[in-house]
T-cell receptor, first 114, second 113 residues
Framework: GDSVTQMEGPVTLSEEAFLTINCTYTATGYPSLFWYVQYPGEGLQLLLKATKADDKGSNKGFEATYRKETTSFHLEKGSVQVSDSAVYFCALSDLTGGGNKLTFGTGTQLKVEL | KAGVTQTPRYLIKTRGQQVTLSCSPISGHRSVSWYQQTPGQGLQFLFEYFSETQRNKGNFPGRFSGRQFSNSRSEMNVSTLELGDSALYLC????????????FGSGTQLSVL
């Protein structure tokens, strides 16, 4: 079945450091790929998405490129802020059965310090 | 526009009891999905409802069930609770169709003692 593997956390960075969170996937067909973010005590929010190979999703300084050849969708940000501290989830969308089921990675906690 | 509303926010139950969680989607959204989030298993898909019909189901035992009403509000029920059912249960809604943005509620934190 479909699966998503992302790097384990926590990842601790200083403010203005460069961020990379690795994500690879296994899927049949051509899934859409997503990054969701979860702030403490809240539900998940969509951060960015890409629907086909070589697409780049971007939002709030974060970006990720859909790489079909390496089955990857790594999240990057050039300069992180303390307010980026959260848990980040990589996910893919399975359209089996006419519905829309998301398969998530285990999440990577990011801590940004001053 | 109000977001996805889940009630209650916290629940404490004992083993063997049953529980019902409620989710009100964003106005106009007709699809509602449920996910279970635990530290060990992460986020796992429970089921999706669209126009009162279950469209997709995850790999959970029959103790987990759900339904959707004509106003798109959804409930999920867990019977004969087990300790392992302790989790954050998240509801998400979207307008309809595929690959569209999912909007998540803040979840119901269920603790089974």
């Amino acid at each position: 079945g479909d699966s998503v593997t992302q790097m384990e956390g926590p990842v601790t960075l200083s403010e203005e450091a460069f961020l990379t969170i690795n994500c690879t996937y296994t899927a049949t067909g051509y899934p859409s790929l997503f990054w969701y973010v979860q702030y403490p005590g809240e539900g998940l929010q969509l951060l960015l998405k890409a629907t086909k190979a070589d697409d780049k999703g971007s939002n709030k300084g974060f970006e990720a490129t859909y790489r079909k050849e390496t089955t990857s969708f790594h999240l990057e940000k050039g300069s992180v802020q303390v307010s980026d501290s959260a848990v980040y989830f990589c996910a893919l969308s399975d359209l089996t059965g006419g519905g829309n089921k998301l398969t998530f990675g285990t999440g990577t906690q990011l801590k940004v310090e001053l | 526009k109000a977001g996805v509303t889940q009630t209650p926010r916290y629940l404490i139950k004992t083993r063997g009891q049953q529980v019902t969680l409620s989710c009100s989607p964003i106005s106009g959204h007709r699809s509602v999905s449920w996910y279970q989030q635990t530290p060990g298993q992460g986020l796992q898909f429970l089921f999706e409802y669209f126009s009162e019909t279950q469209r997709n189901k995850g790999n959970f035992p029959g103790r987990f069930s759900g339904r959707q009403f004509s106003n798109s509000r959804s409930e999920m029920n867990v019977s004969t609770l087990e300790l392992g059912d302790s989790a954050l249960y998240l509801c998400a809604s979207k307008v309809t169709g595929t690959n569209e943005k999912l909007f998540f509620g803040s979840g119901t934190q269920l603790s089974v003692l």
